[in-house]
């Protein structure tokens, strides 16, 4: 018998969330699960924070503003989002788009971990703090860590400012772009 395919196992795990109820109360005023999108074979993953308005509407991960600069980052080492998987530690969008609360983010790193350990990616990109708190260990901070390979527990991480962040400020923005063009070579070694 064929073993099922990275996508039904995928498919799985989106499965669970709904039939564990988690995080109800992000579900309750959620209109959809925003679970990620991508080659379940992609050699990178980006891990974002939580959907927005538009990603809560639509269903998929960084579909506004910060998705499509997020776009033309990729565009500038020649990946597309057919190259990539994307997803966020937090499924559902937040009211308002507060912050995830630090439970919300327990709640789902379950889930993102099974995500990461089935695509097995060579590289983890964590976009912005929250989701590089989630998966990294605590001491790390963005402004030292950011476009720095970092191993942890068996895994390849690269903590990156969030899109949204470096959207409207020079600086970050000048950052965001360069620490991007490590991606490639970070990709070719591992
Ligand atoms: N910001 C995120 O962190 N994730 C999204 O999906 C959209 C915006």
Do not use: W
């Amino acid at each position: 018998m064929s073993s099922p395919s990275k996508q039904s196992m995928l498919d799985q795990i989106k499965a669970d969330i709904l039939s564990k109820n988690v995080c109800p109360d992000l579900a309750k005023q959620a209109t959809q699960l925003v679970f990620g999108v991508g080659d379940p074979n992609a050699e990178i993953v980006f891990v974002g924070e939580a959907p927005g308005k538009r990603e809560d509407l639509q269903g998929e991960p960084f579909i506004g503003a910060s998705g499509k600069f997020l776009n033309e980052l990729l565009a500038s080492i020649g990946l597309n989002r057919q190259n990539i998987y994307i997803t966020n530690i937090v499924k559902y969008r937040p009211p308002n788009n507060r912050d995830p609360k630090a439970s919300e983010k327990a709640d789902f790193l379950p889930y993102l971990l099974k995500q990461i350990d089935i695509i097995k990616p060579k590289l983890i990109i964590t976009l912005g703090r929250h989701s590089m708190e989630a998966l990294l260990p605590p001491g790390v901070t963005i402004s030292l860590a950011h476009g720095q390979l970092q191993e942890y527990q068996g895994r390849n991480y690269l903590p990156l400012y969030h899109p949204a962040a470096a959207l409207y400020n020079g600086s970050l923005r000048q950052t965001l772009i360069s620490d991007f063009q490590k991606i490639p070579s970070i990709i070719k070694i591992k």
